[in-house]
């Protein structure tokens, strides 16, 4: 119909800042989805190759074959699984303290450097699995203000149409309007999708860090009956 107005129609009367915010907020939402996929694949595969990986690990390990559970650990089919870092890590150490002298020095020096060396994974674990997680948190509570931005400038384009026209009826104001609301449903759009994907990803990050501080506590245990 001719009162009817598209959205192409829309986005063609629109400002040149106007549109600068609207290309902004698209490519916020077009990374906040890139960075959730990739995350939501990672910890997919992380999870997979975790749950493989840990009956295998262990039963190399009750039976006392450390070579076997270190080329198990650091086997690319177990490149993704977050717990086969964390426990190559400890059993490398072990195995560098038993063969360059470790028996030099006494049983607790020997396991706190298998704990710090533990430790040190874990972080570097935990830090490459939150890559990209922020960015979702900051695109999550900084779109409504970008779209706001954009609303701002729609209404002050409505006003600048009554006083050019010297009226206040709504054809000097719809386009101004127009433009207002569709940057403000555009800063929701991409926000609220941002919030639910970070939240997300934050819930499979705290699950992951507990299971990587319950390995390298059932990791540390196993050397302190080892070395008992």
């Known amino acids: 119909m001719g009162g009817e107005l598209n959205l192409v129609e829309m986005f063609q009367q629109m400002g040149a800042v106007a549109i600068a915010v609207a290309v902004v907020l698209f490519i916020m939402s077009f990374w906040s989805i890139g960075v959730a996929i990739e995350r939501i694949y990672t910890y997919s595969k992380a999870r997979t190759q975790s749950k493989l990986f840990a009956p295998q690990v262990a039963k190399h390990l009750k039976e006392g074959r450390l070579k076997e559970a270190i080329a ?24 560098f303290q038993q063969e360059s002298g470790g028996t030099a020095l006494n049983r607790d020096d020997v396991l706190d450097t298998v704990r710090r060396s533990i430790q040190r994974a874990s972080a570097l674990c935990a ?14 509570s900084t779109a409504p203000f970008v779209g706001l931005l954009g609303t701002v400038v729609g209404v002050i384009n409505a006003f600048v149409g009554i006083a050019s026209t010297g009226s206040g009826g709504i054809g000097a104001v719809s386009a101004g309007i127009a433009e207002a609301l569709i940057e403000t449903a555009l800063g929701l759009f991409v926000a609220i999708p941002a919030v639910w994907f970070y939240n997300y990803l934050t819930g499979r990050l705290e699950y992951f860090n507990v299971e990587m501080d319950n390995s390298s506590s059932e990791l540390v245990d196993y050397f302190i009956k080892k070395t008992a």
């Not at 699995?129 to 979702?136: E, P, R």
């Open 127 to 140: 830090s490459d699995l939150k890559k990209g997680v922020s960015t979702l948190a900051t695109i999550g």
């Open 72 to 95: 198990l650990s650091g086997s690319k089919d177990y490149r993704y699984s977050h717990l086969a870092k964390v426990v190559l890590a400890g059993l490398q150490e072990y195995q």
